[in-house]
């Protein structure tokens, strides 16, 4: 089998994360899980890594597979490196987010759901992430941007290039 | 100033971390809890506050408390709801982020009051950072002997974990939620048997909103009685509003329930007002869900009393001339906005959640966003109004889990009251792509129904 492994780590987050539940109810873990896996394999779940966390859980891969593809986060296709998840719902709405959309996809070149030719960049339409009051917003990563201006985007564009670079 | 129970400290620096939590007096409660009372007189105590549930039903907490059922042998949990995803509803991220300990300490006396010696904050996935500042302020309660076995040296032992969620607005479903608890997908349960006999793992099992049990520490260090003087009526307590849309200051806000709704919009101490002096149109008060209402009826109830930030007043007149002040997530349209499309992107949201178990509400939805995106694209029929009214109808009470209603009542209160923005969209199809309706008549005064004879 040709499967990710956790470094050693990640494993013993993943094994203390289990001994939450109760005994014999270790598929509770799933969704904690998928998160350290998505963040360690390229930022989405493969069949490969799907398998490895059924065989982690002791549950068949099905289990996996169909908790996967049910919850917005788990990404089950790649994605770029940076995914920007802009909110569309009324309230951001209100507040100017088509706008921010169609800048990202005229600086970008890209339409909601691709990915930059150089596996930077993924642009994706989000429902209400709990920021409407600080609108228009993304979430990028681990954290939200929020009070999102053209010229923000652009300050977070660059951020990200920089990054990579510096990280490559 | 309204009293503030729950936002008292939150502007004290540091007042994240644990020693500046404890040197404001933080976790009072559970010395006086664990110290001096019986579970069950906690439970009495909440009764006694009147406190109703935060996460948008309103049901009464000390009575859902009571329902547990308490087998022998079998261990209970406390399930603390954070999965926060109600469109304009913020607030309980505001108060883990700022608040952890707050959090912390409500748990700590809920679970004592149900003997759940293992409870868990379900936290939606996006919050990942609030994650972070909840686990370390868990990690900081155990090590000063707030967690862990025989807290206090009372023999109580409770752990606190945080579950991570990944994005699905259903999961803050009670059910979906303890579902997605056991790693299952977010498919709401068919009830009964409810939570309080068997919830996750078949355990008994309460689910309550953050706001809820945070509120649990004012009641037991001040008392069910004096907090249930607070607020009128059946609103006791304070409520978090989190206030969004077209406001000065959008943000978080520990009300007394007693302060008018007009007050709430204009006041400085508030939302301060529309911005660039523009008028409002509508507001949808207690979250997505619950009917949004022309600034009129808003502002003043059908009889033309001033309509008070409260469960009852903002139910006042009933579905056809009232709303409901839901979880509290207040949203603001000004004249500029255009209500089909602000209904449109509701729409969608639901279709989307739609968890896809029932058809009315799997497809209903899905029709919903189709026609409203016609009609908002200049594509619309005069029929299409009808047809949506007619689709909404037939979601409602036909599904296992209330998400079918709280899809189709925002689409029936906004043809309700907003029925000739709609036809002018149908009727304007070029003119409706280059403006928007505009205020209209939402904000003109009403005539007082008059009492019939
Ligand atoms: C579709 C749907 C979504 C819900 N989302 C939430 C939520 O995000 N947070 C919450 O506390 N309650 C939510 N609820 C309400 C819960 O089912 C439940 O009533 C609540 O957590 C009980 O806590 P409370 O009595 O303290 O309010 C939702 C209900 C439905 C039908
Ligand atoms: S009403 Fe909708 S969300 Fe609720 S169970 Fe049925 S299909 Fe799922
Ligand atoms: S509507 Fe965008 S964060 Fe709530």
Known sequence: ???????P????????????????????AILPILHIAQ??????????????????????????????????????????????????????????SEEIIQYIKDTLHINVGETTNDGLFTLKTVECLGACGYAPMMQLGKFYREHLTKGK?????EECKKTAATNN | MGRK????????????????????????????????????????????????GRGGAGFPTGMKWSFIAKPEGVPRHLVCNADESEPGTFKD??????????????????????????????????????????ETAIGEAKANGWLGNNILDKGFDLEIYVHRGAGA????????????????RGLPRIKPPFPAVKGVWDRPTVVNNVETLAAVVPIILIGGEEYSKIGVGKSTGTKLISACGNINKPGVYEIDMTISVEDFVYSDEYCGGIPKGKKMKACIPGGSSVPILPANLLLKTAKGEKRLMNYESLSDG??????????????????DQCVVKHTLTLARFYHHESCGQCSPCREGTGWMEKILRNIDTGKGKMSDIDLLWDIQRRIEGNTICPLGDAAAWPVAAAIRHFRDEFEWHVLNPEESQKRNYGLAHYADPLEPAVAAV
């Open chain 2, 5 to 52: 129970l729950l936002f008292e400290n939150v502007q004290v620096e540091g007042i994240r971390g644990y020693d500046v939590y404890r040197r404001e007096g933080g976790y009072r409660s559970v010395e006086k809890a664990l110290g001096e009372m019986t579970p069950d007189q906690v439970t009495d105590e909440v009764k006694k506050s009147g406190l109703r």
């Open chain 1, 39 to 96: 963040d360690n394999f390229g930022g989405w779940l493969s069949t490969e890594t799907m398998d490895y966390v059924a065989e982690i859980l002791n549950i068949l891969p099905v289990e996996v597979y169909e908790v996967a593809t049910f919850y917005s986060m788990c990404n089950v296709k790649p994605v770029g490196k940076y995914v920007f998840e802009v909110c569309q719902t009324g309230p951001c709405m209100i507040n100017g």
């Open chain 1, 9 to 28: 780590d990640k494993l013993a987050k993943v094994k203390e994360l289990i001994t939450h539940y109760p005994e014999g109810k270790q598929k509770s």
């Open chain 2, 169 to 184: 607005y259903i999961c803050g479903e009670e059910t979906a939620l303890l579902e997605s608890l056991e790693g299952k």
């Open chain 1, 1 to 7: 089998m040709n499967h990710p492994v956790f470094p």
């Open chain 2, 318 to 335: 009933g579905f056809v001339k009232g709303s409901m002040l839901g979880s509290g997530g207040f949203i603001v349209l000004d004249e």
């Open chain 2, 93 to 134: 991220r505001y108060l883990m982020e700022f608040l952890p300990h707050l959090l912390i300490e409500g748990l700590i006396v809920s679970s004592y009051a149900l003997g759940s010696h293992v409870t868990y904050i379900y936290v939606r996935g996006e919050y990942s950072w609030v994650i972070d500042i909840l």
């Open chain 1, 153 to 157: 985007v652009d300050a977070i564009i």
